[in-house]
């Protein structure tokens, strides 16, 4: 990938890993209560662009972080910028 995404896919993952390691919750119990593998949550938690964006989601929501999903693309400047310049005033 993209060196600036695969920055930020690593940025991504060690915050996840941060946040179980806060709960003090071993990535067995996190896996399995996320309903996904060791190493798929070993890959979430090193960044990969390669892991579907639902396995992050899973994980988000063990933690309980699930509502910070919802903050993605929310505060689009750029695309209300281009809308505006597309909008014709009578």
Do not use: C, H
Request: glycine share 6%.
């Amino acid at each position: 990938p993209i060196p600036k995404i695969q920055k930020l896919l690593s940025e991504l993952g060690a915050n996840i890993k941060l946040a179980r390691l806060r709960r003090n919750m071993s990535s067995e119990l996190a896996s399995r209560r996320a309903g996904i593998s060791r190493s798929t949550l070993w890959q979430i938690e090193k960044g990969s662009p390669n892991v579907a964006i639902g396995a992050y989601v899973n994980i988000l929501f063990v933690y309980n972080l699930e509502k910070d999903i919802k903050q993605i693309a929310v505060d689009d400047v750029l695309g209300r910028k281009l809308q505006d310049i597309g909008l014709t005033v009578r």
